[in-house]
């Protein structure tokens, strides 16, 4: 067993064996940020699904109504005119064959990379470098688009892509530490519905079995699943 340091025992002490109302448990998530960082408020949620069944997997974009607190560095693969549109919408890094050979050599300064359908032939041969950092372009993310202008300022909005890992369990970052209780409650909520509405087809039974909050480096507290379905968006803010 890895050894707990003084600092997080102490603040698991701060967190009782219960599920906590959301705004609760979101006050008590700033209360136990205590590293010399700002850090990132996380969501772990395991699902009654299981992922090596195709109508029980789980992936798909949702739009943080707060932002990610984060700058989101976006990088664009695409041809002819589409190359201009993308620069003058704001992306980051843009190119065509020449940012595909280069990202084969090992550049990676983005955090979200957009492709138009007209290239994917060429992108996809990047799966191997892109696949295993969450990468590589898909349909399903919102990252494969002629509409480049709309995603790119999705995207540097606070739009996130997740899915379920193979145990079934979604893990999201939702904001910053530096939030209040309610702006992080806003973006849960959203998270939680967009959960909700691409529920797989395959999936049987009880659908939310726990649902965790954190910080970066703080103890996990228990959400009361129940209470986040059930609270109206006026309430959250």
Known sequence: MPKI???LQGLQA?????????LEALALL????????TEAAEAHIRLGIDPKYTDQQLRTTVALPKGTGQIVRVAVIARGEKVNEAS???????GSEELIDEIQKGRMDFDKLIATPDVMPQVA????????????????????????????AEFKAGKLE??????????????????????????????????????????????WRTFYVS??????IKIDVTALRDLKLSEAG
């Open 5 to 7: 340091s003084r600092r």
């Open 14 to 22: 701060k967190v009782e064996e219960k599920d906590y109302h959301p």
């Open 30 to 37: 700033k209360d136990t940020a205590t590293a010399k960082f």
């Open 88 to 94: 003058n919408a704001g992306a980051d890094i843009v």
């Open 125 to 152: 041969k990047l799966g191997k470098l892109l696949g295993p950092r969450g990468l590589m372009p898909s349909p399903k993310g919102g990252t494969v688009t002629f509409d480049l202008a709309g995603a790119i």
């Open 162 to 207: 997740f899915r379920a890992d193979r145990t079934g369990i979604v893990h999201v970052m939702f904001g910053k530490t530096t939030f209040s209780p309610e702006d992080l409650l806003v973006n849960l909520k959203a998270l939680q519905e967009t959960i909700d509405r691409n529920r797989p087809s395959g999936a049987k039974g009880r659908y």
């Open 215 to 220: 910080a970066t480096m703080g103890p996990s």
